[in-house]
Nanobody, 122 residues
Framework: VQLQASGGGSVQAGGSLRLSCAVSGLPFSIYTVGWFRHVPGQGREFVSTLSYRDRVTYYADSAKGRFTISRDNAKNMVYLQMDNLRPEDTGVYSC????????????????WGQGTLVTVSS
């Protein structure tokens, strides 16, 4: 199983980025893919996920109204559109897969990809 996150970069506050996660090596359509952010000294925290079963979306409170998660089963891709970015959104964003439809906790995710760095300046 391989996951590859991309799309990070440096933006000013208020800007936008679109992260992509390419997944291979498992039956993508029956796996949930979530996004997590790692900030040194603060650990890894949940950002967003989209249930493979019913397409229900979940967001961290800090992401609600600004981030949008989506997936394309035909391409084995998951996206995270991040708008109105804030300096506190800075971190390494990783995607991960879970066999649980509505997984939101770290322990529910089995496979992780390398992250992509997002830096938001004020």
């Amino acid at each position: 199983v391989q996951l590859q996150a991309s799309g990070g970069g440096s933006v000013q506050a208020g800007g936008s980025l679109r992260l992509s996660c390419a997944v291979s090596g498992l039956p993508f359509s029956i796996y949930t893919v979530g996004w997590f952010r790692h900030v040194p000294g603060q650990g890894r925290e949940f950002v967003s996920t989209l249930s493979y079963r019913d397409r229900v979306t979940y967001y961290a409170d800090s992401a609600k109204g600004r981030f949008t998660i989506s997936r394309d089963n035909a391409k084995n891709m998951v996206y995270l559109q991040m708008d109105n970015l804030r300096p506190e959104d800075t971190g390494v964003y990783s995607c991960a897969t879970s066999a649980r439809a509505r997984a939101r906790d770290l322990y529910e995710y089995d496979y992780w990809g390398q992250g992509t760095l997002v830096t938001v300046s004020s």
